[in-house]
């Protein structure tokens, strides 16, 4: 697929294993409006937290290549496993700006006021090279609680965040956190902003949450003008997806709050030619 085949200038290409880094879309289309972006859900994959290491690093630099030759002007990895698994390869691999996820331990070691600081994370981000060092650079004289939450971002997506089971693992997950009576909680998954509510419902009154959408926006901004890669755009966005489309659609437009185009879009595969809207 070539992006000007479907009306996309140059676009900033988002993906991540389903819809979660649609969290992360949204800030950077708050930050960049006239910006064309492409959102790929590797749904065929989806979740990225239960996959090996070596098939992830693998699988993410084979759509970063695709993506780049397919036209985007730069790459946004929304998802915090892939992040830790695969950001180095990817950024080794193509020649267009990478800016990648990290579960927010700086600001919320910034916030915190007893030095308790709570990470829901998938256990595959908690073993990461990339968080270990984050541990070491901002952890030394702070208590950090992290829980892996298998499931969760498998269960927001498919069942929706007011959902019996995203509750059930929310108290699995969220209590041994309020009994450690932290006072800030990192949200290390693209997913659990939209759970946000359900987990400060289960945690103190005051409990901070930190997520890293707005973050990754204005790191982007950053790049692009620094590379004079800015503009160009006229702020349409088209969503692709490894799995069918039309299986998917009601789901995205749920999630996204509004219609979205969506189409079959993989590495080495052709997507159908739809024109994308504009909102």
Not at 92 to 106: D, F, Q, Y
Not at 189 to 199: E, F, G, M, N, R
Request: proline share 5%; net charge neutral; aromatic share 8%.
């Amino acid at each position: 697929m070539n992006f000007s085949s479907h009306t996309l200038h140059s676009p900033v290409a988002v993906f991540d294993s389903g819809f979660g880094g649609l969290t992360v879309l949204r800030a950077l289309r708050e930050q960049l409006p006239e910006e064309d972006f492409f959102y790929f859900a590797d749904t065929r994959y989806f979740p990225y937290g239960e996959r090996p290491a070596e098939f992830l690093r693998a699988r993410c630099v084979a759509i970063a290549q695709a993506l780049q030759q397919a036209g985007a002007k730069a790459l946004v990895i929304a998802c915090n496993t892939a992040s830790a698994v695969a950001a180095e390869a990817i950024r080794a691999a193509v020649n267009v700006p990478v800016v990648a996820l990290e579960p927010g331990l700086k600001p919320a070691v910034e916030l915190s006021r007893n030095g308790r600081i709570g990470v829901l994370a998938t256990q595959r981000t908690l073993e990461s090279e990339r968080f270990q060092r984050l541990l070491a650079s901002y952890g030394a004289g702070k208590e950090i609680f992290g829980e892996a939450c298998t499931g969760l971002a498998d269960a927001i997506e498919n069942e929706g965040p007011n959902s019996s089971k995203v509750a059930a693992l929310l108290d699995r997950y969220v209590t041994p956190l309020q009994a450690a009576q932290v006072d800030t909680v990192v949200l290390g998954c693209t997913h659990y902003p939209w759970a946000s509510l359900q987990i400060a419902q289960r945690l103190s009154p005051g409990t901070q949450l930190v997520d890293t959408g707005a973050a990754v926006a204005r790191q982007l901004t950053r790049r692009l003008q620094a590379e004079q890669r800015a503009g160009g755009g006229q702020g349409r966005l088209l969503a692709g997806t490894s799995a069918d489309p039309a299986a998917l659609a009601d789901k995205l437009e749920r999630l996204w709050g509004a219609s979205l185009p969506l189409v079959f879009w993989a590495p080495q595969a052709v997507a159908a030619d739809v024109r994308p809207c504009v909102s």
